[in-house]
Each structure stands twice: as C-alpha cells, then as structure tokens.
C-alpha cells in the first residue's frame, strides 16, 4: 500500500470547509485515496452513465441518496450539479460533507467559482513522488524514473511504461479530447503532442509549432489550454521585476507526468534514454514536477518560477517563500564543475537580500555546501523549503 503525502492535508481541509474538491490527471489516484481515507462515505461516479443521467435530468432527487454526505467522483462530467450541491451545505451547515473529485480543471473552474466560492477547498493530486515511493521501498536511478514516470499503475500493477502510455494516450485522445473540442483530425493533435514533448523545458513559441502543424497559432495556443486543463502540460512562468533588464516573458513547457513525456519522445528504453539529446531536459521537468509535488502535497501555493534575461542569464527554477527568492539550478551529469555554480552567483548579486541560499541538483552523489548554495542529489529534494 502507497501511502500518498496529501492525505494529511485532504484530512484537515474536510475539518474546515463543507466539500473538498481534489482535482488531478486521469489514474493519478483520486479515486483510491479518497476511498481508502473515507471507506463509509457512498461513492458514486458520474463516468457511470447512468448515474450520470439521473444527476442530469433530477439532481434534487441524485443528491437526496446522500444525505450525509458522499464522494462523487468525476464530477466535471455534469458540473452544474455543483449548484444544487451549495444549497445542501448551505442548509445543513456542517464541515466534511462531499467529496469531489475531477479530471479537467477547466470544465470545474467556473462552476466551482460561481457555485461554491467559500464553501470547498480544493487539492491537487499529482501521480506518485520518489517520497511515496521510498516508503514502499522501490528506490531507482534517474533514467528508470524518467522512463517509467510516476503514474501509480505502473508501480502498483507492473505493466511496462510502453503498454501503459501507449493506452493512457489512446483512452485519453479519443474520449477526453473528442470530448472537450471537436476534433476533424485526431491524428493532427497527436501529432501536436510528440511536438509538445519535443519542447519540454523550452519557451513556447507559438509560431513554431504553428508552422510544423500547417494550423493557426491561436489554434496552437487552445490546444495548449487543453492540455493544461487536463493535466498533460504546465507552464512555468518567468519571474520578472524591474532588474533595469530585459526579461524573457514568455512561458516554459513541462509535463505533469516525465514518462509521458518520454514516451511520446518515442525512447524505446533506458539505453536509447541514456544517450537522448533530450535527457537533460527530461530531467529538469523531472525535478522541477517532484518539487511542484512537495509542495502541492503540503497545501502551499507553489510560486514557482524561472528566471532569463536578454543577456541569456538563466536560473531553472526560482521558489517564492514571502520575500526570500530561492534559485536553483538543475543538471543532468553526474560529475559537479564550479561553472555550474555561476547563474546561481549571479541571480544573487542581481537581487541581494531576498536570496540567502540557493541549490544547485545533480544526478552525481556527493553533497556539500558550497559557500552560500547547496550541493545535492535529486533524492534530496525534501531539504528544500
């Protein structure tokens, strides 16, 4: 049993607010964690199509099985329900009533926001990080975890990373996307998806993929909204103050999932992996998604950025806490030179008090401090608040 970091946070935000809401990529988990914590509330799903067409045509008389409470599980297939849930957890006014949960954040955002504003909190629950996974005492290097990802049935049901992604992106394009936009040819969004993979740690650049697919960047643009909204793909945003230089405002692409990523890279297996041009990047989504993870698994807001000027400076990523800015550096070799400390100098001078440490991750085993930065593995990560 893979005990999952959110629970703690799942548990004390059913204290407070009358319905939780735990959004997250399709097979992340949801479902199981939420059955596994509340065994007595009643689960209903609306991918069920019959219990989806009762809360369609009566959710008065869907909602009245429950009248303590329940877990309703992919509730983005009929989000209107939500209104007719705010007027229950008005009337009874008591914590802890509803579970939902959900697959698409776009199909929830506006019902949640007019439907339940105050009345839910709302958790995301990402596949498995390496801590989840040390407590089962399944620990691998850097090129199993970029190849096999980190989604719970691989580990859980030991089906082989090819067969799992190759049906997770089947099931995913012709059911989830059909269902989102109407598509005239899936083999076109396909297609944008090998392309978004071959992007992962870069600045999106609209034009580009516009011209490689033959469609419109506004096109381009939606489709990335799709993605975001079911959990593929995250941007990370640039941090920018007025530095008296030029900043980089566009976004970065990452994966919410690295396997995925590796896989629609077509790498056949670790030793094609090993020697892909692409494995630095895979790695960087890699650290930057465990430390996504770390902190959505504690509740906190992520705040997480990176940093490029005109002058090509560049930090990875940059952690918000207040104040204080922490930058850290992300490489994939095994071996640490001293060049590798010279962005983490730099965004230091550039804006003094507010960055009093800073980490540089290594794929390598030998960890120190190093003047004001921290040298570690990527098994470290916990140390980083």
Same mark, same amino acid.
């Given at each position: ?151 719970? $049935?691989?580990? /859980?049901?030991?089906? @082989?990373?090819?067969? %799992? #992604? =190759? +049906?997770?992106? *089947? ?123 770390? $902190?959505?698994? /504690?509740?906190?807001? @992520?705040?997480?950025? %990176? #940093? =490029? +000027?005109?002058? *090509? ?73």
């Amino acid at each position: 049993m893979f005990i999952r970091q959110l629970a703690h946070e799942l548990q004390d935000m059913m204290k407070y607010y009358p319905i939780v809401t735990l959004i997250g990529p399709r097979q992340s988990g949801k479902t199981t964690l939420v059955k596994e914590l509340y065994p007595n509330l009643p689960y209903v799903s609306l991918e069920n199509p019959d219990e989806k067409r009762l809360a369609s045509t009566d959710p008065v008389s869907f909602l009245a099985r429950f009248p303590n409470g329940a877990i309703i599980d992919e509730v983005q297939r009929y989000p209107e329900l939500l209104s007719y849930l705010q007027g229950i957890v008005d009337k009874q006014k008591q914590n802890g009533l509803f579970i939902l949960t959900g697959s698409h954040q776009l199909a929830l955002h506006g019902a949640i926001t007019q439907s339940l504003a105050g009345r839910t909190a709302i958790l995301k629950l990402l596949p498995f990080n390496m801590q989840e996974l040390s407590q089962n005492k399944v620990f691998y290097d850097i090129n199993d975890y970029l190849f096999q990802g980190m989604y719970p $049935r691989c580990y /859980q049901n030991d089906i @082989p990373p090819t067969k %799992f #992604y =190759r +049906d997770y992106m *089947q099931t995913y394009v012709e059911r989830d996307v059909r269902q989102m936009i109407q598509l005239k040819d899936l083999s076109l969004f396909q297609q944008f998806l090998h392309l978004c993979a071959g992007y992962v740690g870069q600045l999106i650049n609209l034009d580009s993929l516009s011209n490689a697919l033959g469609i419109s960047a506004t096109t381009v643009k939606h489709w990335i909204s799709i993605l975001e909204a079911s959990f593929i793909v995250f941007r990370l945003p640039p941090y920018y103050e007025n530095f008296g230089k030029r900043i980089i405002k566009s976004h970065k692409l990452y994966f919410y999932d690295v396997g995925l990523a590796t896989y629609l890279l077509d790498i056949k297996d670790k030793k094609d992996l090993a020697y892909s041009p692409m494995r630095g990047s895979l790695v960087e989504n890699f650290i930057i998604l465990e430390l996504l993870k770390n $902190r959505l698994n /504690q509740g906190i807001e @992520p705040s997480m950025y %990176f #940093y =490029r +000027d005109n002058s *090509q400076k560049e930090i990875d990523l940059i952690l918000k806490n207040g104040a204080q800015l922490i930058p850290i550096e992300i490489k994939s070799a095994q071996t640490f030179t001293t060049a590798f400390l010279q962005g983490l100098t730099y965004f230091k001078q550039l804006v003094g008090q507010r960055c009093k440490t800073g980490y540089l991750i290594y794929t390598g085993h030998q960890a120190q401090k190093l003047g004001d930065f921290h040298l570690i593995n990527f098994r470290q990560l916990g140390e980083i608040s």
